[in-house]
């Protein structure tokens, strides 16, 4: 959780804390992340593995 946290960070997604916990600001963060690119092959709000490849493509590995 504490690298989909720094990732979603840097695409400027999330601004809390890195805990390591799905909390629901990281939730939310997932459904903005998935409504900002797209993403309808997982449920919202779900770090499934459309959300996962997308992800690891924009961003670098933290």
């Known amino acids: 959780m504490t690298e989909l946290q720094l990732r979603l960070a840097a695409f400027g997604m999330y ?23 797209g993403i309808t092959e997982d449920r919202s709000g779900v770090y499934g593995t459309k959300t996962r490849e997308t992800l690891e493509t924009v961003t670098w590995e933290p």
Not at 15 to 37: H, I, N
């Open 15 to 37: 601004d809390g804390e890195v805990s390591g916990t799905y909390s629901r600001q990281v939730e939310r963060a997932v459904k903005r992340f998935q409504r900002s690119t």
